[in-house]
């Protein structure tokens, strides 16, 4: 399909106002202002759209139980806090086509009736809060945010909070509680965002990619987004693809997608002609897939039915080179520092879930290391406030499952043997 979520990004100039009114942009918000908020709402429910940034949820749905609360003020977020390893798809949005995401929380907050927003932006991303600073000035200056906007009588202010690059904000309650100016820790939940969210009033997170979505639905029709790809999850995605292959980057396919087709239709396949070994499919907090999997869809029925997620759509590909333990052993070392230390489960069990697979790498394992791993991860998963945990022992649980017999050469051999061969 051709690109529409990325279709302005090689145009010259796009991060402004003036090439983004020239291809088009803003229409669908003076489109979305001739509905009324509830038809708005309607209209994103009929298409489908789930949650781009990792746990799918229907957007309509959670749209819907914000517009019920009678309390005022209400709130949007964006969830721009890309932190999730290997993911890198809302960036080219955020620092090519910032007004595209401006658009979609303007519509989206006359949905919800939500008078005051902000786009929450990981530290790491500089250069787009430079590109978003100017591009929230613009809209200010020519009508599309604040009072009365468009003339039709909607308030909106929208406006850049920075992060401070911590992984845990990209959980939305730890979001919200670093907007409000405290430690970034998740809140425990219920009471849900939708009705007791930032400040206490009612929110909406959404992420980039998602919001990105919604001028597209108002402007082509709900019925058009939901022919796009599988009944369950339709519309366009942005797949971020990285690893062992010819050609790495975003590309935007139809949800339900086979992995193969990403792999080697849009990235070229892997180098040197190996063969593939495992692939991780929505991003390291997702449990590793492998070769039997190449013709499983991306989408997030067919992902979970295979044993995975599709999470933010951040593939990884690893070829036969690659050590699992080493992956595990990576990825556990990162979950580990980015554990936001509330919950004992996650802040203990990560660290010691490191400590047996440093002694693994470092030839001291034992073979009851393996059922150890397992008996850890089963007292972290599901124990804890937020889905941190669940993630982290994703890497481990995903890589015992397919590939045991590594994790027993290591101990056997007293060495990774791998080492000295492995890819970078």
Same mark, same amino acid.
């Given at each position: 399909?051709?690109? *529409?979520? *990325?279709?302005?990004?090689?145009?010259?100039?796009?991060?402004?106002?003036?090439?983004?009114?020239?291809?088009?942009?803003?229409?669908?918000?003076?489109?979305?202002?001739?509905?009324?908020?509830?038809?708005?709402?309607?209209?994103?429910?009929?298409?489908?759209?789930?949650?781009?940034?990792?746990?799918?949820?229907?957007?309509?749905?959670?749209?819907?139980?914000?517009?019920?609360?009678?309390? !005022?003020?209400?709130?949007?977020?964006?969830?721009?806090?890309?932190?999730?390893?290997?993911?890198?798809?809302? !960036?080219?949005?955020?620092?090519?086509?910032? &007004?595209?995401?401006?658009?979609?929380?303007?519509?989206?907050?006359?949905?919800?009736?939500?008078?005051?927003?902000?786009?929450?932006?990981?530290?790491?991303?500089?250069?787009?809060?430079?590109?978003?600073?100017?591009?929230?000035?613009?809209?200010?200056?020519?009508? =599309? *945010?604040?009072?009365?906007?468009?003339?039709?009588?909607?308030?909106?202010?929208?406006?850049?909070?920075?992060?401070?690059?911590?992984?845990?904000?990209?959980?939305?309650?730890?979001?919200?509680?670093?907007?409000?100016g405290k430690r970034g820790e998740p809140r425990i939940k219920p009471?849900?965002?939708?009705?007791?969210?930032?400040?206490?009033?009612?929110?909406?997170?959404?992420?980039?990619?998602?919001?990105?979505?919604? +001028?597209?639905?108002?402007?082509?029709? @709900?019925?058009?987004?939901?022919?796009?790809?599988?009944?369950?999850?339709?519309?366009?995605?942005? =797949?971020?693809?990285?690893?062992?292959?010819?050609?790495?980057?975003?590309?935007?396919?139809?949800?339900?997608?086979?992995?193969? @087709?990403?792999?080697?239709?849009?990235?070229?396949?892997? +180098?040197?002609? !190996?063969?593939?070994?495992?692939?991780?499919?929505?991003?390291?907090?997702?449990?590793v897939l492998t070769e039997a999997h190449l013709d499983v869809g991306?989408?997030?029925?067919?992902?979970?039915? @295979?044993?995975?997620?599709?999470?933010?759509?951040?593939?990884?590909?690893?070829?036969?080179?690659?050590?699992?333990? !080493?992956?595990?052993?990576?990825?556990?070392?990162?979950?580990? &520092?980015?554990?936001?230390?509330?919950?004992?489960?996650?802040?203990?069990?990560?660290?010691?879930?490191?400590?047996?697979?440093?002694?693994?790498e470092e030839g001291r394992g034992r073979m009851e290391d393996l059922?150890? *791993?397992?008996?850890?991860?089963?007292?972290?998963?599901?124990?804890?406030?937020?889905?941190?945990?669940?993630?982290?022992?994703?890497?481990?649980?995903?890589?015992?499952?397919?590939?045991?017999?590594?994790?027993?050469?290591?101990?056997?051999?007293?060495?990774?043997?791998?080492?000295?061969?492995?890819?970078?």
């Open positions: 399909m051709e690109p *529409l979520l *990325l279709k302005r990004i090689q145009i010259p100039g796009s991060e402004t106002l003036a090439v983004y009114l020239r291809e088009g942009g803003y229409q669908a918000l003076r489109k979305a202002l001739e509905m009324a908020p509830d038809q708005v709402l309607e209209e994103v429910k009929r298409s489908g759209l789930r949650g781009r940034g990792g746990a799918g949820f229907p957007t309509g749905m959670k749209w819907g139980f914000t517009s019920k609360d009678p309390k !005022r003020p209400k709130y949007l977020l964006c969830n721009a806090d890309e932190g999730e390893p290997g993911t890198f798809k809302d !960036r080219p949005l955020l620092e090519k086509d910032p &007004h595209a995401l401006i658009e979609g929380m303007v519509i989206s907050a006359h949905a919800i009736g939500a008078e005051y927003g902000y786009i929450y932006l990981r530290a790491e991303y500089p250069y787009a809060s430079q590109v978003l600073e100017r591009a929230l000035a613009e809209a200010y200056e020519q009508g =599309f *945010l604040g009072g009365n906007i468009l003339g039709k009588g909607l308030h909106f202010d929208l406006h850049l909070h920075m992060g401070a690059g911590a992984y845990i904000c990209g959980e939305e309650t730890a979001l919200i509680e670093s907007i409000e009471p849900f965002p939708a009705n007791v969210g930032v400040f206490g009033m009612p929110t909406v997170v959404n992420n980039v990619e998602t919001l990105v979505c919604v +001028p597209l639905i108002i402007e082509r029709g @709900a019925d058009w987004f939901a022919a796009v790809g599988p009944k369950e999850s339709p519309g366009p995605k942005i =797949f971020s693809l990285s690893g062992h292959v010819v050609r790495p980057g975003n590309y935007e396919l139809p949800m339900g997608t086979p992995i193969r @087709a990403l792999m080697y239709d849009c990235g070229g396949g892997i +180098p040197q002609g !190996r063969r593939l070994k495992a692939v991780i499919p929505g991003g390291p907090s997702t449990p991306l989408d997030f029925g067919s992902i979970q039915a @295979a044993g995975s997620m599709l999470g933010c759509g951040a593939v990884i590909v690893m070829d036969e080179t690659t050590c699992m333990v !080493r992956v595990a052993h990576r990825l556990l070392k990162f979950f580990h &520092h980015e554990s936001c230390g509330k919950c004992t489960p996650c802040r203990e069990g990560t660290g010691w879930l490191e400590q047996v697979l440093d002694r693994i059922d150890l *791993l397992l008996d850890v991860s089963d007292n972290i998963r599901g124990k804890t406030v937020c889905a941190l945990a669940d993630g982290a022992v994703s890497p481990v649980t995903g890589t015992l499952k397919y590939f045991r017999e590594e994790y027993e050469a290591h101990i056997r051999g007293g060495r990774c043997p791998f080492r000295g061969k492995v890819s970078g």
